[in-house]
């Protein structure tokens, strides 16, 4: 058997035993889950929420007192600018601390990296209800419970774009004699920027939907009045949230994309 043979058999090996592994793990997982099928009030609840779609209340949009849509959704959009204000700075030094760059110690870039992953680790809603339990219910605990989340997956992102940046200009720098401060400010933070700005806009689209979940637990924003409604099966009420969501989705999406594009 020649050597390119030998090869192509090793590689229809690996490929045969990767696709055995994934199979195994498919079984397994579909193993382990106990389907007890559809409650029959399922389908009740689900033409219920069609009709209230088909049918908002249009009254709700918008009460001289007390809460309503409007309010609603523009308290989950704050919840959301401010977690990703939080992540997008504190996240900075997380990513520095991570980013594997040359001459760099492989102890610190690895206990970087460990922090991050950490942090990531901890979902938005288990961050809420810890926040939940130190500032109690509302805007603020949620506020921060994406402010923290979003650090793990921010500073990841950060610390790749540091890592990839070219390091022409930093080397021309140092070799007029400039030192850390001036090459950091005038050769890395030029090229990292435009990538920070658009990393941090995507996470804020993520932010804008988890933000309206975490209102569920009472972490503020549209999801508080959601689940009353849901609960009071006020179908009416939860048709026009749930427009009211896909909205304010819809344009922040096509916004955020719009000046992500710009930057690059």
């Not at 793990?25 to 382990?32: K, N």
């Not at 106990?34 to 908002?56: D, N, Y």
């Not at 870039?109 to 939940?132: D, H, Q």
């Not at 004699?177 to 990393?199: M, Y």
Request: net charge positive.
């Amino acid at each position: 058997m020649t050597d390119m043979a030998k090869k192509n058999a090793g590689i229809r090996v690996r490929q045969w035993s990767v696709t055995l592994v994934l199979a195994i793990l498919c079984v397994w997982a579909f193993g382990g889950i106990e389907f007890t099928g559809i409650k029959e009030t399922a389908g009740q609840v689900s033409k219920a929420i069609f009709r209230g779609l088909l049918h908002p209340d249009w009254n709700y949009v918008y009460l001289p007192e007390g809460e309503d849509l409007l309010r609603g959704l523009l308290e989950t959009a704050a919840i959301a600018v401010l977690g990703t204000f939080i992540s997008a700075v504190l996240c900075i030094p997380f990513a520095f601390w991570a980013a594997a760059n040359k001459g760099k110690a492989r102890w610190a870039t690895g206990t970087g990296k460990f922090m991050l992953s950490l942090i990531r680790t901890f979902p938005e809603i288990v961050m809420a209800i810890i926040f939940i339990k130190a500032v109690g219910p509302g805007s603020y605990a949620g506020a921060l419970a994406l402010g923290v989340h979003s650090i793990g997956m921010l500073g990841k992102l950060y610390s790749e774009a540091i890592e990839n940046l070219d390091r022409g200009p930093t080397e021309a720098l140092v070799a007029c004699g400039a030192n850390k401060l001036q090459t950091l400010w005038f050769a890395v933070i030029p090229q990292v920027l435009p990538d920070f700005f658009s990393f941090a806009l995507y996470r804020f689209e993520i932010n804008i939907r988890s933000a309206a979940i975490l209102g569920v637990i009472g972490a503020g924003g549209i999801g508080t009045p959601l689940i009353f409604a849901l609960d009071a099966r006020s179908w009416p009420r939860v048709g026009i949230i749930l427009l009211g969501v896909v909205v304010m989705v819809t344009i922040i999406d096509l916004i955020s994309g719009y000046i992500r594009k710009r930057l690059v």
